[in-house]
């Protein structure tokens, strides 16, 4: 296990790196914002790296709040609300109580929210159980169950039946159980498994969630409440932590307790509830605003647009056959591409195309599993997202092209693969293996016929020559097999007639993959227009 000192200095050189490329550690050119670009270094690039989903952050309504708000209150109001509270909390907190369900109370921000609320809700004898991708600030905030004595563990991403066995093994020793995840993860957008965990709530009494949703929380569910209290509601063992700096766009954050109790106690005696500054008028105003439109008819409209463009860009990765993360239907999409470099590689690429989108590398995602991070808003035209997808479908080839055989065997894309797709099905199984495939083809790889032709024999000696295990090369009147290369990437025996290169395809799609006996598979494929 890595030292602190060495942690620090791996994040210097990955953020350094990002930065010196001017794909980090930005300041957007001083230019009026209009949401759906930015302008970096003197040139406008369409913004696929907020995470203002909704497009609220331009609305009028959200700008006459802040406005209103200033003018009947000020800029700030410097008092902790340990004193006093200034008076827009009161409405505004009625409000988050209807959107949620549940007992709202409202934080300076989502981070600070965490270390208010966990010390108080987890005492020493309780044991917290910890997602290996839970988010960060949820991951400093155990700090402080550490030091108190609370024993703390950590579970393989979304491992269901891990987190079970380990249940099993502390409920003899504690009192009560908490399991820490997002709602949505912030890096990879899948979902916290909501069906399994209601299920290990009704089977185990000493398990409580806290759960992140802060990227959840406004483009999904009723009234914007989150993907995590849509599934399971508002359960008495749990707890829901809120943004209201993304889809509400506004400030600060939001606890969603059950019982009114729980949120007094976290109100009274949590650290940064007593020692922090508040969210400052002109933002409560934008957050008002945000709340009536998360109650109003509006928000399933917004909600609905929102969908339609992630089901656009997911119908375009799939037929320009872009691996994506996950297809769980949020505004975040990850393209898993492994080596750092070659992420840098991709996103200096889109940007240079007019695209600004995120670099995820470590320690937002784990070692060699780095890939790129867009965000998809309202402030996207379906025009805006089929550019990006086009570029990503020749920018992703040739990153993986200059990275060599490591690139394309961390992001599945192998000499093996081209080689050998259909032996034992396992480069096919999921997601990734199609998907990889697809991308070899599209990396345009020339394909020539070579003067070398070797007898029947040779041919057979040589492993990977001749693919098929039962049906031998055409046959040729001189009895020899000719040679056909597909440059730097695979060599087989020559079936016919060939394309100059592997470009001159049309995007290819697995349509189905049939078992047919223990070694081998049927895959049918399609051709894209």
């Known amino acids: 296990m890595r030292t602190v000192e060495e942690r620090l200095a791996l994040l210097d050189e990955v953020v350094s790196e990002a930065a010196s490329r001017g794909l980090a550690m930005q300041t957007a050119d001083d230019a009026p914002l209009d949401g759906r670009t930015i302008s970096l270094a003197g ?25 209103e708000a200033t003018a009947r209150y000020g800029t700030q109001f410097s008092s902790s609300r340990a004193y006093v509270s200034a008076p827009p909390y009161v409405e505004l907190e009625a409000h988050l109580d ?5 007992h709202a109370l409202m ?88 069906a399994e965990l209601r299920e290990l709530l009704g ?28 599934a399971l509601g508002m359960h008495e063992r749990l707890v829901v932590a809120a943004s209201l700096n993304k889809s509400f766009a506004a400030a600060g954050g939001a606890l969603v307790f059950p019982d009114a109790e729980l949120r007094r106690r976290v109100r009274t005696t949590g650290g940064p509830m007593i020692f922090s500054g508040p969210v400052q008028p002109p933002m409560l105003g934008a957050a008002l605003a945000s709340a009536r439109i998360h109650l109003s008819d509006e928000l399933p409209v917004r909600q609905q647009a929102l969908r339609e463009r992630i089901a656009l860009f997911d119908e375009l990765a799939e037929e320009f056959c872009i691996p994506l993360a996950t297809h769980d239907v949020t505004p975040i999409r990850y393209v898993p591409l492994g080596l750092p470099r070659v992420v840098l590689d991709v996103v200096e690429g889109l940007l240079e195309d ?23 808003t309202l402030h996207h035209r379906p025009d805006d997202i089929r550019a990006l997808v086009a570029s990503l479908a020749r920018r992703v080839p040739e990153a993986l092209d200059r990275g060599g055989d490591s690139a394309r065997r961390k992001a599945g894309v192998t000499r093996q693969n081209a080689r050998r797709p259909l032996r034992g099905g396992t480069e096919l199984d999921g997601e990734r293996g199609p998907a990889a495939i697809a991308l070899t083809v599209r990396g345009d790889y020339a394909v020539v016929q070579l003067d070398e032709v070797l007898g029947d024999r040779e041919a057979q ?22 040679i056909v290369e597909i440059v730097g990437l695979d060599r ?18 697995i349509l189905k993959i049939d078992n047919k006996g223990r070694h081998n598979r049927r895959v049918r494929i399609g051709l894209s227009k």
């Open 98 to 102: 209807r959107m949620f369900g549940g």
């Open 492 to 509: 087989q025996a020559c079936g016919g007639t060939h394309l100059a290169s592997t470009g001159g395809s049309p995007p290819i799609r």
């Open 203 to 230: 089977s185990y009494e000493q398990l409580h969630l806290y759960i992140d949703d802060s990227h959840g929380v406004g483009w999904a569910g009723t009234h914007g409440r989150g993907p995590a209290l849509e």
């Open 107 to 194: 934080l300076p921000t989502t981070s600070l929210g965490h270390l208010a609320a966990l010390p108080v809700l987890v005492g020493s004898r309780d044991a917290v159980i910890l997602d290996q991708q839970v988010h960060a600030s949820v991951q400093v905030a155990v700090g402080q169950l550490r030091l108190q004595g609370t024993t703390v563990e950590m579970i393989r991403h979304n491992r269901i039946d891990r987190l079970e066995r380990m249940l099993g093994r502390l409920a003899s020793k504690h009192r009560r159980i908490w399991y820490l995840a997002d709602g949505v993860y912030s890096m990879f957008a899948d979902f916290a498994p909501f």
């Open 354 to 376: 007019g695209f600004y989108t995120n670099y995820g590398a470590f320690p937002a995602v784990p070692m060699k599993h780095a890939g790129v991070r867009m965000t998809l």
């Open 43 to 67: 040139r406008e690039r369409i913004n696929f790296g907020s995470c203002s989903y909704l497009g609220l952050e331009m609305d009028a309504r959200l700008r006459e709040g802040v406005y």
């Open 461 to 482: 000696a040589e492993a990977g020559l001749i693919r098929s295990r039962s049906v031998a090369p055409p046959p040729t009147p001189d009895g020899k097999v000719r």
